[in-house]
Each structure stands twice: as C-alpha cells, then as structure tokens.
C-alpha cells in the first residue's frame, strides 16, 4: 500500500507542477481582465441567487442549483483541506486560496455561462450540460468532451465521494471513538435515501441543509477568532508575508518555501471551489434561467462563498491557533484548532463537517452520473447510482494520504480539457455577456441563438 500511495503522490507533483499552476491561475486571470472585472457584480449575483422562483427552462430552481453546486463545493476542501494546505505549504498557503478564490470566480462565471449556452434536453425532457457539451458542441471536439465525461465519471469518485467519506469518518473516530465501518455505513444509507430520486431530490435537500450548514460553521469560526482577537492582527500579517517568502514571522516554523505555499494554496483552492475543473457547470445547466448570463452569475457566487467567505475563515482560524507548528495534518490540526471552545468547538467542527461531507457526496453524485449519461445513455444512471452509495462505505476505510493524493490528480486532469474549453470560447463568454449584462438585457429571454450568429 505504501508503494502505491508513493506512486500516485509521484504522479500529483508531475500533474500538479508550474505548468498546470500556471494555466489555471493563468486563465483565473485573463477572464478576469477579459471580462471586465465580472467579480464587481458579485452583489446584483447575490441578489438573483437567493430567488426561488421559476425563471425559464430548467429542472431546478436557480437557487436549487446553487445550493446544490454549494453543496458539492463546500466539504472537506474548507475543513480539512485548508488544514492540509497550511501543513505541507505554510501560513502564505491561506493567501493563495483565497486569491484563487477571488480570481476563480470570473472562471466559474464563464463556466457556467458556456455550460447553459450549449446544454440540450434529453428524450426524457431533463436538461443535459456541462464541459463535455461544451466541447462537443461549441469547440467541436466530441472526443475531448468524451476525455473529459470519463475523467469526471471516475474522478468523482475521489474528490467528491471517498475523500468525503474518508474524512467525516476519521473525524468521528478521532472525536467519539466510533469505528470508522459504523459511520460510514450510517452516511451509505443516508445517501441512498436522496440521490436515488434524482436531481430534484438532491436539489430539496441541498436547498435546505446548504444555508444552515453554511450559517453554523461560519459563527463558530467568529466566535474562534473572537475568543482571540488580539492575535489576529498579527496572524493576517504572518499569512501575508508567508505567501511571498515561505518563511512563518512567528514561532521560528521554516516553511518549505513559496513554491509549496503557492502549489498547496491553488491546488486546494481548485479543491475547495473547483472553479476551472468544470464540475459545476454540470448542475448549473439544468437551472431554470431566463439566460445563460443569469445563472452564470448565480454560479460565480458559489466561489465567493466557498473560498473566498468560508475557506479564509477556516485557515485564518488554524493559523491563529498556532496548532499547525505542532506537527499535525488533516483534520486532526482543524480538530485541535476547535478544540479552544471548549466542548462547543469540536461539536462545531463535527457538525459543520458531517453536513459538509453530506452535501458534497449528494452533489458530486449528480456530476458523476451526467458524466456517464453522457458516455453511456441513460441506461447507465441507476447502477451508477448504486455503484456511488457502494464507494461511499469503501471510502471511509482508506488511507487518508491515498485518497487526498487521488483526489489531486483527478482534479488536475479533469481541469485542462475544461480550460482549454474556457480559452478557446472567450469571444462568445464576451459576446454573451454584452449581450446580456453590459448592454442591460439581463432579464431578456433569449435562450439558444446559434453559436455562428455570435460575435465578438
């Protein structure tokens, strides 16, 4: 087992290095700056997010499109991937993320924008989207679209199924002693229950859970930083300066230097709000939405949420608590950073994470299944679905640094074709979105003109 987990982890650093790195923050960049600072429309996004109502062709509300795409994005990557990140790359890694998450969020808006343009219906009358139509579709690269749905329909598997489950159990067992085989055999059937109905059913669900989720574990970590708030100063500070030299200010920690800070700080940011790895899109395309730009919108908030409000609080919280000099990983340094509340925090930390796991294997289970529609047929749905509750027990008894390291690797190849997508359509992300929201038509329903009538 150890020859094998040494095997991926080489295969992570050859898949994770500056050309990736480059390329995904590269692309964060350049849609920002070629769409003109989308992220300064993050309030009028908001604002149409939190509406229930229908709003055009769809299978769920926006807003249950969000909370499932929030539900799939906010999971371990906030809790224990945060720890992870600030373990292998210092302090300055919090930083990275966050930038990530800033600068993702104009890739999540494009994402999504493409995913509803090119999304079809189905024989079944269901909507069907996401990079693989994307690529079929709009750049005419069926087989890249084909790459990409197989990656997602065994990547998923990682990133939103095993490395969730193997989390939460860890996290009870270190917290009650509950054997690892019992936890996850209690989420198994818990995620059987929802996701053999569909997406309408997973999206009442996240509807609910997302919000209260969200709400609860954000007030435990003010409560956290308020408990030690003349301390904070000095750790926004630490963070900061760690990002660009790799070397913490307090507590003589010698981080492995700006490169690891960099690497750990975008790889779990891409974790954590997977914008660029074109999983979203995938449940963004069967909102209800008057227009592609609308929900693209919509889509861009989950960033925000995820990484930039959520995923900060987190590792502003462990840095703070000096626990990561102790040598700890994972969730046991979230673990004892909660630890200051006593009794309360650990029940905080506990139940943010079980909702955050939850939610996120409901979500993923979605863009996993879509994936495989799309290579297969509907034909292959149900045992997919039941293939999915099956990996959820597996998952809780693997090792820790295999899944992790499987997860990275997963995103990473799932995100090239996604970006090389994103690249190659920028004319139509600006046309759309002069169409729509420069040129003042954000209420406008002109669903599916035809790609060749687009314009730059």
């Given at each position: ?46 604002r149409i997010s939190l509406r229930r109502s ?381 169409t729509y929201l420069w040129n003042g038509n ?15």
């Amino acid at each position: 087992m150890t020859s094998v987990e040494q095997l991926l982890q080489s295969v992570s650093d050859v898949i994770w290095g500056y050309p990736l790195l480059i390329l995904l923050f590269g692309t964060h960049l350049y849609l920002t700056f070629r769409l003109r600072f989308i992220q300064r429309y993050i309030g009028t996004a908001i604002r149409i997010s939190l509406r229930r109502s229908s709003e055009g062709a769809g299978d769920v509300s926006q807003f249950g499109a969000l909370t499932t795409a929030l539900a799939a994005t906010i999971g371990t990557g906030n809790i224990v991937g945060v720890a992870t990140a600030v373990a292998a790359g210092g302090p300055g890694a919090v930083l990275w993320m966050w930038l990530t998450g800033v600068f993702g969020i104009a890739t999540k808006y494009s994402e999504a924008l493409l995913a509803v343009r090119y999304r079809i219906t189905t024989p079944s009358g269901m909507m069907a989207g996401g990079p693989m139509y994307v690529l079929e579709r709009g750049l005419k690269q069926k087989w890249l679209g084909v790459v990409f749905a197989i990656l997602t329909a065994v990547a998923a598997f990682g990133i939103g199924n095993m490395v969730q489950a193997n989390s939460i159990s860890s996290m009870v067992q270190h917290t009650f002693s509950i054997d690892p085989w019992i936890s996850g055999a209690v989420m198994t059937v818990l995620t059987a229950v929802v996701i053999i109905g569909g997406i309408k059913s997973i999206a009442r669900v996240c509807e609910a859970l997302v919000p209260f989720m969200a709400i609860f574990y954000v007030l435990g970590c003010l409560v956290l930083l308020g408990m030690h708030i003349q301390t904070v100063p000095d750790t926004l500070a630490l963070i900061f300066q760690s990002a660009f030299s790799g070397q913490a200010a307090l507590g003589g920690f010698l981080g492995a230097g700006m490169k690891e800070a960099i690497r750990y700080g975008i790889a779990r940011g891409l974790f954590s709000n997977e914008s660029g790895l074109g999983s979203a899109p995938i449940v963004a395309a069967a909102a209800q939405t008057k227009n592609p730009v609308r929900q693209a919108l919509v889509s861009s908030t989950g960033t925000f949420w995820d990484t930039v409000v959520v995923c900060a609080m987190t590792g502003i919280v462990i840095v703070n608590s000096g626990e990561w000099l102790n040598g700890l990983r994972g969730a046991e340094l979230t673990h004892a950073a909660f630890s200051d509340i006593p009794v309360v925090g650990p029940i905080v930390l506990t139940v943010g994470l079980l909702t955050f796991v939850f939610s996120t294997i409901l979500g993923w289970s979605y863009y996993g299944e879509k994936a495989a529609e799309y290579l297969f047929g509907p034909r292959i749905i149900k045992p997919y679905r039941w293939l999915w509750v099956v990996a959820v027990l597996v998952g809780s008894v693997l090792s820790l640094p295999m899944v992790w390291t499987f997860a990275d690797i997963a995103n990473g190849l799932m995100a090239v074709p996604n970006l090389i997508a994103l690249l190659a359509l920028s004319g139509i992300l600006i046309a759309e979105t002069r169409t729509y929201l420069w040129n003042g038509n954000l209420d406008a329903d002109m669903l599916f003109k035809d790609t060749k009538d687009i314009k730059e």
